[in-house]
Nanobody, 123 residues
Framework: VQLQASGGGLVQAGGSLRLSCTAS????????IYWFRQAPGKERERVSC????????SYADSVKGRFIISRDNSKNTVYLQMSTLKPEDTAVYYC?????????????????WGKGTLVTVSS
């Protein structure tokens, strides 16, 4: 059972990246999926969440209007499209899963965590 985040890299401010979170060993369609990030010296922040059935998702204020979360259950993958990136978006991004249809409240425990992918935004 594994979650794997990918798609990170180095991008200039104002640029875009798309992160992917792919599951192996279990089916994502029964899980709400989250993106978290942690910058050096800072606490982990919940960035976005999407319910098991899709929909618009929820976002931290810091990324609202710039990031879009989506999922393709047929590919067992969730995406985070990040646009208009800022240097303060620099962090290791992690995906996580909690079993159930809807997104859990902030601070709730996750059932699975993936290894992170580093996003670096240069000014």
């Amino acid at each position: 059972v594994q979650l794997q985040a990918s798609g990170g890299g180095l991008v200039q401010a104002g640029g875009s990246l798309r992160l992917s979170c792919t599951a192996s060993g279990f089916t994502l369609e029964y899980y709400a999926i989250y993106w978290f990030r942690q910058a050096p010296g800072k606490e982990r922040e919940r960035v976005s969440c999407i319910s098991s059935y899709g929909g618009l998702g929820s976002y931290a204020d810091s990324v609202k209007g710039r990031f879009i979360i989506s999922r393709d259950n047929s590919k067992n993958t969730v995406y985070l499209q990040m646009s208009t990136l800022k240097p303060e978006d620099t962090a290791v991004y992690y995906c996580a899963a909690s079993r159930g249809r809807v997104c859990a409240t902030v601070g709730a425990g996750m059932d699975y965590w993936g290894k992170g992918t580093l996003v670096t935004v240069s000014s």
